[in-house]
């Protein structure tokens, strides 16, 4: 080999080191994970995540990080597993259980949360409106408390002879 194609051939392959460097030094995006209960009784919930990521394509320690904390039902748990969560700058926090939330919107107004399994987000606070949430929190709730008329309505279709209904719903809510 020449001096003038060796050098050409180091020169290229200099060049071409940032890229492969770069490429090692990728950043995936951070996904914090909160969840209100413990491992022991909700693990299916993160296992549950894993895999709606890995069908959109996201996988663990391949092109996502995943940082997941478990409060364990004491809030002071979640508000230091709230913080550290932060500190470590994630893309987005999914936070399962609604007293988990709070927390989180009391150390960011910045980082996005998606929330789930929150009663009432709207009167907790968390969002303006379900339909226009407003600011860094978003989710879904299981229950919509609106949706009590159109039980009744549904009712009276399914079983018109009903005269009386108790709603452990309506109860919960109206104390």
Not at 49 to 60: C, I, N, P, S, T
Request: charged share 20%.
């Amino acid at each position: 080999m020449r001096r003038r194609q060796f050098l050409t051939l180091l020169g290229g392959a200099a060049t071409a080191l940032p890229s492969y460097a770069a490429l090692a030094q990728q950043q995936f995006p951070l996904v914090g994970f909160l969840n209100s209960a413990s491992p022991d009784t909700y693990r299916f919930n993160a296992d549950s995540f894993r895999e709606g990521l890995a069908k959109a394509g996201f996988v663990e320690g391949r092109n996502v990080r995943i940082e997941t904390r478990w409060a364990g039902g004491k809030i002071d748990e979640a508000r230091r597993y709230a913080g550290e969560l932060i500190a470590l700058a994630p893309d987005v926090i999914l936070a399962s259980g609604g007293d988990i939330v709070g927390p989180l919107l009391h150390v960011t107004q910045t980082v996005p949360i998606v929330f789930t399994q929150t009663p009432d987000p709207v009167a907790a606070g968390f969002v303006a409106s379900l339909a226009r949430p407003g600011g860094n929190a978003t989710g879904f709730t299981q229950v919509e408390y609106g949706m009590a008329v159109k039980w009744v309505e549904l009712l009276k279709e399914i079983a018109p002879s009903v005269t009386r209904a108790r709603s452990a719903v309506w109860s919960c809510a109206t104390r």
